[in-house]
């Protein structure tokens, strides 16, 4: 069993890779959830089925939140908590692309101590410890150093590019976009992009692990009023997220006000 939550998240991270890479080709079963009529596969629920198992059974004692697995409150009583997104983006693994990711949190009285954010079809492990710094494929990542909104490339949807969002006046930045939410985290954590934002709500497992990711490579990461962020929450979401080196966050905050 490893010896620290980290590398038991990394371990878990690789093992789910190879469960999803097995579908792909396949008849994945799409179904659309009642709730929301968001997709989800037969490789969404394997997955999950082998995290629960493996992570489960290394750390009993913890809490347990995952996109795919109906929410118990007896996480709420957990000193530590699981936060799992089996395959975030969803979409696009359906799709065929390759910009679907593995998600895996460990959380700790609302912060994040452990995160892994993994997509196997383009073998990018990106992983963090509170206080250890952040590491794509084992190498030290830190966040940009872009500090104008004029200049910024940002990852973000069309519609959080809406004026209604940016009272201070929309800024004049360069727009692109990935499905997963964690690899948008992820990219800003290693300086490919200078910033990323969503203003819609957010639920905890698309968000947590790159959280971690991203302030351990000295990005601010906060909901997209400018909150700080807690997890494993009785309702387990966030008022959008806005992630940034701290000086351009504090310039993309100041015309959100």
Do not use: C
């Amino acid at each position: 069993m490893p010896a620290n939550d980290l590398d038991l998240l990394i371990d878990a991270a690789r093992e789910a890779g190879k469960v999803a890479k097995g579908f792909v080709g396949h008849d994945l079963g799409v179904q659309h959830k009642a709730h929301d009529n968001s997709p989800v596969t037969k490789a969404d629920l394997a997955v999950n089925a082998l995290l629960a198992e493996k992570l489960r059974a290394a750390r009993p004692h913890y809490g347990w939140l995952s996109e795919e697995t109906p929410d118990d409150t007896a996480r709420l009583s957990s000193k530590r908590v699981f936060i799992i997104d089996p395959i975030d983006g969803t979409r696009s693994f359906i799709e065929g692309e390759r910009t679907w990711a593995h998600a895996l949190a460990v959380v700790e009285h609302g912060e994040v101590l452990a995160s892994v954010v993994y997509l196997p079809m383009m073998d990018r492990l990106y992983a963090a410890s509170l206080g250890g710094g952040a590491r794509l494929n084992d190498r030290p990542i830190t966040a940009g150093t872009e500090i104008r909104p004029a200049k910024a490339e940002v990852l973000a949807t069309r519609p959080s590019l809406d004026a209604r969002h940016w009272p201070g006046g929309l800024p004049d930045l360069k727009r692109s976009y990935r499905p997963s939410l964690a690899y948008r985290q992820s990219l800003v954590a290693e300086g490919r992009y200078d910033a990323m934002f969503t203003f819609r709500p957010t639920w905890e497992w698309d968000i947590a692990p790159g959280a971690l990711i991203l302030s351990e490579a000295g990005a601010r990461i906060t909901d997209g009023r400018g909150a700080p962020l807690r997890f494993n929450a009785p309702i387990p979401q966030a008022d959008g997220l806005i992630a940034a080196n701290p000086r351009l966050h504090a310039a993309l905050m100041d015309r959100r006000r």
